[in-house]
């Protein structure tokens, strides 16, 4: 019965991810439960699925975009299938192939198997993470959900906060995976599969697919990206639901678009975020233009700083894992906007800057890392090369260009050189170009308590990009970090909550996994890093969509920045009260005394999201999860009379 009655409250949790209907199975060693979201098969498709003989019980969540080619197969050799859905074609993959299904499917997804005549639960998640999927593990017993504030109402995990974990959100703006906030539950990492033995109790988890192991490949970059998109643009298009496109007007929103559309074959609805005031960041007029030219309904949200303010806890509630990120409103604002209109799946365009150098600080990070590589190998002879990094840059085109007289560049390369020279072995320069990043450094861990800092490694925000030298593909190493880190949470793991906060599914084409074995093969044999951000993504674009508008695949990365100091100035006016004396002070993460500084909102120069902000997050997150049911309303300022 207590199983049972965890799997019921967990679902009650989930309800938003899955408002058309409840699915449930239980048994002796198991309780599984579900939530749908029709999107494939809207009559039929109810899980659990089980197979002819009822030995085999599946539930998933996600989309298996190759099910259509993987159903006719499987008819092929015999199997029989009770509904349309996309998902089912795992349930027989299984009775042929065992846990090595996994290796047939391409799409997002997690799921959990019951295999009654093994007693073995096989869970699985896809392998770039689109897919969530938590696990806590306690006295012989395992919970799994799709978020975690799932297994905190399932009355059997308690919220704690982990120290190291709590210490890495101060530095990331988010708890890097398979990590969580909350002591004693992990995230199954993407790519990876876990299975339970319950006679006797064995857990084993293992590693089916990882970016890195990709084969090399020949042949011109954009010619072999183009080709792929195309798969991925037919593919992801399934639905027997109304699709839309989350469109920013920019080159990774366009190139999603413009595949949808081609693989689609039915009308699509664009939604645009913009500003009141229609500041310079304002993409608006350009998405439209996009819109017009592929045929698209086009949709435009203005926030303006109340907007924000209002909603920042339901933001905060819906992201599940606290992650200091204010576009996030935006994300959230998108999603409702796509759900009132009748949109119950959603494309967008991340992934792009990832897989092709479109972040500035990356492309640094990889030339900043190709010396440090230099050192290990020479020692002080990579002095040379520090200086002439220093003196010169390299430009798009293949060539260099001076940057610093000679003098000073020597003081440069100097102090560099003798800056990597201190750093741990196989230390390589990445995230710690953020000056977020490097604000926490300097100043978290005297915030923290003596309790809570005891619990903390100093070394551990580092720990992440540390490798073991030498790197064959440095390219390959820096692209995996990003997308192991910034890409999965911040961007993956937000989209996603979000999304399905308002019951709509998110699809992100860009990181279809064939696609980055492509990338990350051809980066084996082609250094891209030097060339123009996101070049080959170009390249592809202009063979493939010749409709695009012209400045779209000219127009340099605008970065998603919506006007944070602002925001960040009325937030803080609204909600800054709770820091002080707050939840952090009485779980005893922050000293009293830093928490009242905190509480001010501090925004220094170049910061993106501030220690401040990031402790208002969390503040507010251990809120909402301590008591779903509390209401966090904004203080308004009082206004003094003359």
Not at 123 to 129: E, I, K, N, S, Y
Not at 416 to 439: E, I, V
Not at 496 to 521: N, Q, Y
Request: with cysteine.
């Amino acid at each position: 019965m207590r199983k049972q009655t965890a799997v019921s409250r967990m679902c009650t949790a989930l309800a938003h991810r899955g408002p058309d209907g409840e699915g449930r199975f239980d048994s002796r060693h198991v309780a599984l439960g579900m939530r749908r979201l029709s999107v494939i098969d809207l009559e039929g498709g109810w899980q659990p699925f089980r197979n002819e003989d009822a030995s085999l019980t599946l539930i998933a969540s996600g989309e298996i975009y190759n099910s259509v080619e993987l159903r006719a197969r499987l008819c092929a050799g015999g199997h029989r299938f009770g509904s349309r859905s996309d998902c089912e074609v795992i349930l027989h993959l299984y009775e042929d192939y065992g846990q090595d299904c996994v290796d047939h499917l391409r799409g997002m997804f997690a799921f959990a198997l019951w295999d009654e005549t093994a007693r073995r639960l096989v869970l699985a998640r896809d392998r770039m993470g689109e897919r969530p999927l938590y696990l806590y593990e306690a006295a012989g017993g395992l919970l799994f959900a799709s978020e975690l504030k799932a297994l905190l109402a399932s009355g059997e995990v308690a919220l704690e906060l982990e120290p190291a974990h709590i210490d890495l959100y101060f530095h990331y703006q988010f708890v890097p995976e398979p990590r969580t906030p909350v002591t004693g539950v992990r995230k199954l990492g993407p790519g990876h599969l876990l299975t339970v033995d319950v006679d006797p109790w064995r857990v084993t988890e293992r590693c089916y697919w990882a970016p890195e192991a990709a084969p090399p490949i020949d042949g011109d970059p954009g010619q072999v990206i183009a080709s792929e998109l195309q798969t991925v643009g037919r593919l992801v298009s399934r639905s027997d639901v109304p699709l839309g496109v989350a469109l920013s007007g920019g080159l990774d929103s366009s190139v999603v678009a413009a595949l949808v559309c081609s693989g689609s074959g039915a009308p699509l609805q664009a939604f645009t975020v913009g500003y009141k005031g229609c500041p310079p960041d304002d993409e608006r007029p350009q998405a439209a233009e996009v819109a017009r030219a592929l045929g698209m309904e086009f949709n435009e949200i203005e926030l303006d700083e109340a907007f924000v303010v209002e909603g920042l806890p339901d933001v905060i509630r819906a992201s599940d894992d606290p992650i200091a990120d204010m576009a996030g409103t935006c994300y959230h604002a998108v999603a409702r906007r796509a759900r009132q209109c009748g949109v119950r799946v959603l494309f967008q365009g991340q992934g792009a800057d990832e897989l092709f150098w479109g972040y500035s600080w990356t492309r640094k990070a990889m030339a900043a890392s190709e010396l440090k590589c230099l050192l290990w190998e020479r020692g002080p002879l990579a002095l040379f090369e520090y200086l002439r990094a220093s003196m010169w840059t390299p430009t798009t085109d293949g060539n260099w260009k001076p940057t610093l007289p000679a003098s000073l560049a020597l003081i440069r390369a100097w102090q560099d050189f003798c800056c990597d020279s201190r750093d741990a072995l196989g230390q390589l320069t990445f995230y710690d170009l953020n000056p977020d990043f490097r604000a926490a450094g300097e100043v978290v861990r005297g915030l923290y308590t003596d309790r809570f800092r005891s619990g903390i490694d100093p070394r551990g925000p580092f720990a992440l990009f540390t490798v073991t030298p030498p790197r064959e593909h440095l390219g390959v190493d820096l692209t995996r970090l990003v997308c192991q880190t910034y890409l999965l949470e911040n961007g993956m793991a937000q989209g996603d909550r979000l999304s399905m906060s308002a019951s709509v599914e998110l699809r992100l084409p860009l990181v279809d996994h064939r696609l980055v074995e492509k990338i990350i093969g051809l980066r084996k044999t082609h250094s891209d890093h030097h060339l123009a951000p996101k070049s080959w993504l170009r390249e592809a674009a202009r063979a493939l969509f010749p409709e695009l508008p012209g400045p779209v695949l000219e127009r340099p990365k605008r970065p998603f920045s919506p006007p944070l100091r602002a925001w960040h100035r009325r937030l803080f006016a609204s909600y800054g009260h709770l820091l002080a004396d707050g939840h952090l002070v009485e779980l005893g993460v922050l000293r009293a005394q830093a928490a009242r500084g905190l509480a001010r909102g501090y925004f220094p120069p170049g910061a993106g999201s501030t220690l401040s902000f990031k402790a208002l997050v969390l503040e507010i997150w251990c809120r909402v999860n301590r008591d779903p049911d509390q209401e966090i309303l904004p203080c308004t300022p009082r206004v003094r009379s003359r």
